[in-house]
């Protein structure tokens, strides 16, 4: 296996423990494997989320430019 090392704030130190402690990970190596794990397995969702924020975006885009174009000449 390889070490992976890294910083972090302290606030989030403390908030990774508290998790650790309330969902029961013997060590920080546990919570950070499940956390790869977890993030591996719902990549497809995350980058499916991703795909839809945007079009949700351009359909925003598309009503207020629409709606600017009412505002500015109500005949179109």
């Given at each position: ?39 591996i397995?719902?990549?497809k ?23 600017r ?8």
């Open positions: 296996m390889k070490r992976i090392h890294f910083r972090i704030y302290d606030e989030l130190a403390e908030q990774i423990n508290e998790a650790i402690v309330r969902w029961g990970f013997n060590s920080h190596a546990e919570f950070f494997r499940y956390l790869a794990m977890e993030f397995r719902n990549e969702k995350l980058l499916t989320t991703d795909d839809t924020l945007k079009d949700h975006t351009k359909a925003i885009r598309m009503i207020k430019t629409s709606q174009k009412t505002f500015l000449d109500p005949e179109s």
